[in-house]
């Protein structure tokens, strides 16, 4: 087995995490042809760490916001609700490095997107078994 580097554990102070209000994300199935989009509701996990005042969200210096997407109605190519995991993670500083006396003003620093459907089969792999 691989070995893993690890960097060393540090301590992230405190930490808020929410539950944002649904959104509306558009995906694209890519077993149609042609391909077709349409709308899905995401569920916006928000994970805001590394704050030194218990409660105060400008003495945070980042957050990452994780995003669960579903069928809203029924998937229009093969009319089944599906539930699609994490489609979107957000990365964001504070560029005011967290100085509690001044609101937070949050950068975008790194964002990742899964937002289409490939045609395919998955093939699952347990380590354990």
């Known amino acids: 087995m691989d070995q893993a580097l ?4 540090q301590n992230l102070d405190y930490s808020l995490l929410e539950l ?4 509306t994300m558009v995906i694209t199935d890519h077993r149609a042809y042609p391909p077709r989009r349409f709308p ?10 590394s704050c030194g005042v218990s409660g105060d969200v ?3 210096k980042f957050r990452e916001v994780f995003e ?3 069928d809203t109605d029924v998937n229009p190519v093969d009319n089944i609700k599906h539930s699609y995991g994490w489609i979107r993670w957000r990365y964001y500083t504070n560029a005011t490095g ?14 990742s997107t899964s937002n289409q459907l490939m045609p395919g089969q998955v093939s699952l792999v347990f380590q354990c078994f």
Do not use: E
Request: overall charge positive; proline content about 11%; aromatic content about 10%.
């Open 20 to 23: 944002k209000p649904t959104r």
């Open 58 to 60: 400008n003495s945070c």
């Open 68 to 70: 669960y997407g579903l």
């Open 98 to 111: 967290g100085n509690p006396k001044i609101a937070a003003r949050w950068i975008l620093a790194n964002i």
């Open 40 to 49: 899905i509701t995401t569920l916006p996990l928000q994970y805001t760490y």
């Open 6 to 9: 690890q960097s060393p554990s």
